[in-house]
């Protein structure tokens, strides 16, 4: 039984660097979400994509992030010049949608990346 | 907007005994709640769900919580703590409009501990 993976799972970086994080998905499953969890924090919504299609995205996603889902399987989140304020656990899940909307989708997560900003 | 409200940060309870966290929701739909277990360095598991129907909801490991509606909350409970139930607690509500569909809002979460 193959789950959400993501890599690296923890990256240490220089302020200023740019950084990419990578999510692949449970297979066949057609939403794909990025969440962002600080210390003491629960995991806060960044965005998401229904297939290859970015469907919203947070206020707290900077200009200097971007994430893409290319034909609609991995996903990538960038994020360009860090800031020590970007550090923080960045969580993947994703779900399959029902085309039935009277049935949530369950969102299943990765084991997370790591990110400290020197 | 939705939120969720987890009260106290932190439980801790004996081997065997009752666990009782809380979540309180607020929501403009009918909504769907979720709990999650994370344990240091991890991801989020799921422990169970309510969307429609019974509002006693079992979930994995033992856990179970009830919708309700008039109190607008969904506690967690298990009749008997074991010391591998020590981990950090999430409570979830879902989004149900529009393009906000399915995104998740989170408590700030319980920490769990469990002495012998």
């Known amino acids: 039984d193959t789950g959400v993976s993501q890599d690296p799972r923890h990256k240490i970086t220089k302020r200023g660097q740019n950084v990419t994080f990578r999510c692949d998905p449970i297979?066949?499953?057609?939403?794909l979400y990025w969440y962002r969890q600080t210390l003491g924090q629960g995991p806060e919504f960044l965005t998401y994509f229904q297939n290859e299609a970015q469907l919203e995205k947070s206020r707290l996603l900077s200009d200097r992030f971007s994430a893409e889902r290319p034909k609609g399987s991995f996903s990538t989140l960038e994020i360009q010049r860090t800031e020590q304020g970007d550090s923080a656990m960045y969580l993947c899940?994703?779900?399959?949608?029902?085309?039935?909307?009277?049935?949530?989708?369950?969102?299943?997560f990765g084991p997370g990346t790591r990110l400290t900003v020197l | 907007a939705q939120s969720v409200t987890q009260l106290g940060s932190h439980v801790s309870v004996s081997e065997g005994a009752l666990v009782l966290l809380r979540c309180n929701y607020s929501s403009s739909v009918p909504p769907y709640l979720f709990w999650y277990v994370q344990y240091p360095n991890q991801g989020l598991q799921l422990l169970l769900k309510y969307t429609t129907g019974a509002t006693l909801v079992k979930g994995i490991n033992g856990f179970e919580a009830e919708f309700k509606k008039s109190e607008t909350s969904f506690h967690l409970t298990k009749p008997s703590a074991h010391m591998s139930d020590a981990a950090e607690y999430f409570c979830a509500v879902s989004d149900r409009s529009g393009t906000s569909y399915g995104k998740l809002t989170f408590g700030q979460g319980t920490i769990l501990t469990v002495h012998p």
């Open positions: 899940a994703s779900s399959l949608l029902a085309e039935a909307k009277s049935r949530t989708d369950t969102q299943y």
């Open positions: 297979s066949e499953h057609n939403r």
